[in-house]
Structure formats: structure tokens, C-alpha cells
């Protein structure tokens, strides 16, 4: 009796083995993929563009923001594989620097979009990234001098150099600390002042390198 009970349930069984490694397959599958959420506190360095106060302590309190960035990665591995992986990636960092003072403000923003090429070091609890990209900036300083609004702006190339990691909390999503370093050139910009626009090149004070590094937190979906 018991045997004739049995018979059919081990045949359901055997027969759902198939359908389970196969909907294993394909959740191992889809999840070759990473996005990723950050965002943390941000420090200006390099040279000033036209900011409205170039005094020691007013400048020195500019530099300190925040900063927050979005990307995708495509691994071709699970979180739960190991190894070291090269893929690609892609991101968008945004960051904001504001200050006040008695005559004016500076309320810089800059938007950063580059591909990525990362090497990753997945281990069973988490991993470890390295990355670099060439990309554009989008910077503005939304300014005022005496209750008038004042614009210095510039599009340029620049690059970025990360390091990461994450640990994993479940098989599809991570926490992650990321230090990226973002750099550019300032050898010409535009000031639109009082209605008129004067493109500066080459300026006397100011010309150079200016970047961020970023120090940034938050979290990773494997799909």
C-alpha cells in the first residue's frame, strides 16, 4: 500500500529535477550584472575657477561637499563565484561644493559620465574592485557677486581612478565603500556675469589641474 503511494511521488520528483536545475541555471545566469548606488562626502582639490573669494579660509571651506554616483558593471560571474574578473562598466558621479559669504556665494556642481574597465577580485562573502575611465564633466559655479546671479562654467574631458570592494548580504544585494579619484584641467572657461559673456583662456590665477576624491557608501544589486 505504502509502495503504491510512494511510486507516484517519486516519480513528481524526478521529474521537477530537471525544471529546478534548470531555473538554477538561469538564476546563476542573470546574475552577471552589478548596480550600484553611493554616495558620501567629497574634497575639491586642484586650482579654483573665478570663485567669488579666493581668501584662505573661504576657499579652504568650498573644498568640503558631498558627492553621489550611479553605475553598472557586467562581471559574467555570480557574487558567489570566485576568481579575478576583467569587465566593463559605466557610471555617473554627481558632487556639489557650496559657501557663503558677506558679498556673494559659489554653489559649484559637477556631473561626471565615463565607461569603465574594472578587474574585480570575487571571493565567496565579497569582493574587491580596482577600475579607471576616461570620460566628460559638466562644471558650474551658480554664483552671486552683490545680490547678482553670476555663472562660471566648462565642459571637459577627465578621468577617474577607483578602488572598492563590497560585502555581500545576500546572493543579490551587497554594501560597498568606494574611493574615487576625478581629475580634469582648467586652461579655459566661460564667466556670464550682469548679462554679458566673457570666455577666459589660459587665466593668470587658476590654470590647472582640479579634480575631487570621493569617499562613497552604499549598495550593490546582482541581477
Not at 503504491?4 to 546563476?28: I, V
Not at 558593471?73 to 569587465?87: F, R, S
Request: glycine share 12%.
Amino acid at each position: 500500500m505504502k509502495q503504491r503511494h510512494l511510486l507516484p511521488l517519486l516519480c513528481l520528483l524526478l521529474g521537477a529535477l530537471p525544471f529546478s536545475a534548470s531555473l538554477q541555471a538561469q538564476n546563476e545566469f542573470s546574475r552577471k550584472s552589478v548596480l550600484t548606488l553611493n554616495v558620501g562626502p567629497s574634497w575639491y582639490s586642484g586650482q579654483f575657477m573665478g570663485i567669488t573669494n579666493d581668501a584662505g579660509s573661504y576657499s579652504d571651506d568650498l573644498r568640503k561637499g558631498m558627492a553621489w554616483s550611479l553605475g553598472y558593471w557586467y562581471q559574467g560571474k555570480a557574487p558567489t563565484e570566485e576568481g579575478l574578473k576583467i569587465g566593463p562598466g559605466f557610471i555617473y558621479q554627481g558632487s556639489s561644493y557650496r559657501q557663503t559669504h558677506e558679498t556673494g556665494s559659489d554653489k559649484i556642481g559637477m556631473h561626471y559620465l565615463a565607461p569603465q574597465f574594472g578587474v574585480f577580485y570575487l571571493r565567496t562573502h565579497y569582493q574587491l574592485q580596482l577600475s579607471t575611465g576616461i570620460g566628460y564633466q559638466f562644471y558650474n559655479d551658480k554664483s552671486t557677486v552683490y545680490g547678482k546671479s553670476r555663472k562660471v562654467s566648462m565642459d571637459k574631458i577627465a578621468y577617474n581612478l577607483a578602488l572598492g570592494g563590497e560585502y555581500y548580504l545576500s546572493r543579490q544585494w551587497g554594501v560597498s565603500a568606494r574611493l574615487n579619484w576625478l581629475a580634469s584641467n582648467t586652461e579655459r572657461y566661460s564667466v556670464r556675469y550682469n548679462g554679458k559673456t566673457w570666455n577666459i583662456e589660459h587665466p593668470e590665477n587658476g590654470e590647472g589641474y582640479f579634480g575631487q576624491l570621493s569617499l562613497l557608501f552604499g549598495l550593490n544589486y546582482h541581477f
